[in-house]
């Protein structure tokens, strides 16, 4: 199981100052993810070595972000205050996951700068909101060469994610053991007033840093 992203939400007012304050922290600049018009949000994107990035996400002013789940979820993590709104897996094939949730996926998509047009399909948005510690699941629609990890903008990686929850929940929701869940990433199991992802400790070429 491969961890694809984290994401970090903020409002609207704080989107360029998050953007800012995480890439100096990294040592690199974010670049313009683009909008996705059927979530009601927007992204900017650092590609790290290892096969994943950092999202900084917002919410657009449009009606979109009060429907999709994304856009709620998003909403609701601005609202208090930003920060790790979650963490996210890869799958080459969601179908199983869609038969396990009993549901079809989302399709996503966002046209960027360049003019290519990403696309994808992701499920779990829900679970994540009613339990913030759960993880959703993505499949890529592009080629490797075309998704936002390709390309890193520095050699920094996620060396580690610390997780408020129960570990046998998220093994049980993600099908993998619970003392190793993730491919490649440290997973450390944290106590917290509210569960969730709390943060993320990335390994740069100055030392470890944690946000």
């Known amino acids: 199981m491969r961890l694809d992203h984290v994401s970090y939400a903020v409002a609207r ?17 974010f670049v313009d993810g683009g909008v996705h ?38 909403a609701r993590r601005a609202a208090e205050g930003g920060g790790w709104l979650g963490w996210v897996v890869a799958v080459d094939d969601i179908a199983p996951v869609e038969a396990r949730l009993g549901r079809t996926s989302d399709e996503g998509h966002r046209v960027r700068p360049d003019g290519f047009d990403l696309r994808w399909k ?27 990890s390709a390309g890193p903008r520095t ?37 917290d007033e509210e569960p969730g992802l709390v943060s993320v400790e990335f390994a740069t070429a100055h030392g470890p840093v944690t946000i």
Do not use: C, K
Request: hydrophobic share 40%; charged share 20%; aromatic share 10%.
């Open 13 to 29: 007012d704080s989107f360029v100052s998050t953007v800012q304050w995480i890439g100096s922290a990294l040592g690199a600049g």
């Open 37 to 74: 018009p059927r979530f009601g949000t927007r992204n900017f994107i650092l590609p790290l070595s290892g096969g994943t990035y950092v999202e900084v996400v917002t919410t657009l002013d449009h009606p979109a972000a009060d429907r999709a789940p994304f856009g709620q979820a998003v």
């Open 122 to 148: 992701q499920i779990g948005v829900r679970e994540l909101m009613e339990d913030p510690q759960l993880p959703y699941f993505l499949q890529w629609l592009a080629p490797v060469e075309e998704r936002p």
């Open 155 to 191: 050699s920094s990686t996620i060396h580690g994610v610390s997780i408020a929850g129960d570990a046998a929940s998220i093994a049980e929701f993600l099908g993998e053991p619970a003392d190793h869940p993730l491919d490649q990433i440290d997973v450390t199991w944290v106590e």
